[in-house]
């Protein structure tokens, strides 16, 4: 069955570093999302992004945080310069139709963990 | 602003017994209400439901949808340890609206 893949599993930075996180949504999925789960905190969203622009971002994707579709397959985040807040489990998502219509399925996550 | 509230948030039964979840929302243009389980990271997905009153089954679990009084519940029959999870419940809107709003998820244990 398809799925969400995400990498690294883990990533330690120290504050001030930039980081990617990577995703592979599933295949013929258009719609992409970012979602991010702060230790014993509800999951919250971050961005969406379809036809290669974003489509909706909440008030936590700031200026440090840029997403990408560099090729036909991954998904990426990027934060310019990780605050120890950042700290918390990242989550990729896609869907074939838009977001509230279908379901999201979700990757298995990146903690990141900023020192 | 949307808010998803979910009860209760913690829940340990035995093995075999009946749990029912409560999600309730408030969402402007909702359009679908989304249970998934969160065992050790991802979200997995349970149901999607769109209409009132029509009961979604898979095996042992079921949830239902009442938009007229904003709730869900998830109910899971003949429990068993494998079912020990977080459940999310989230919620989608329409218009353009792309997220899923999260409640915080209610963690339940079964005890062997």
């Known amino acids: 069955e398809p799925e969400v893949t995400q990498t690294p599993s883990h990533q330690v930075t120290q504050m001030g570093q930039e980081v990617i996180l990577r995703c592979v949504p599933i295949?013929?999925?258009?719609?992409f999302y970012w979602y991010r789960q702060i230790l014993g905190q509800k999951v919250e969203f971050l961005v969406s992004f379809y036809n290669n622009e974003i489509s909706e971002k909440s008030e936590i994707f700031d200026d440090q945080f840029s997403v990408e579709r560099p090729d036909g397959s991954n998904f990426t985040l990027k934060i310019r310069s990780t605050k120890l807040e950042d700290s918390a489990m990242y989550f990729c998502?896609?869907?074939?139709?838009?977001?509230?219509?279908?379901?999201?399925?979700f990757g298995p996550g990146t903690r990141l963990t900023v020192l | 602003e949307d808010k998803v509230v979910q009860s209760p948030l913690s829940l340990v039964v035995h093995e075999g017994d009946t749990v029912t979840l409560n999600c309730s929302y408030e969402?402007?243009?909702?359009?679908?209400l989304l249970w998934y389980k969160q065992e050790k990271k991802a979200p997995t997905f349970l149901f999607m439901l769109?209409?009132?009153?029509i009961e979604k089954k898979s095996g042992r679990l079921s949830s239902i949808l009442d938009k007229k009084e904003l709730f869900s519940i998830l109910n899971i029959t003949a429990t068993q340890t494998g079912d020990s999870a977080i459940y999310l419940c989230?919620?989608?809107?329409?218009?353009?609206?792309?997220?899923?709003?999260f409640g915080t998820g209610t963690r339940l244990t079964i005890i062997p």
């Open positions: 998502a896609s869907s074939k139709d838009r977001g509230g219509t279908d379901t999201q399925y």
């Open positions: 769109t209409s009132s009153g």
């Open positions: 295949s013929n999925h258009l719609y």
């Open positions: 969402v402007t243009n909702f359009r679908s």
């Open positions: 989230a919620v989608g809107a329409n218009f353009g609206n792309e997220k899923l709003t």
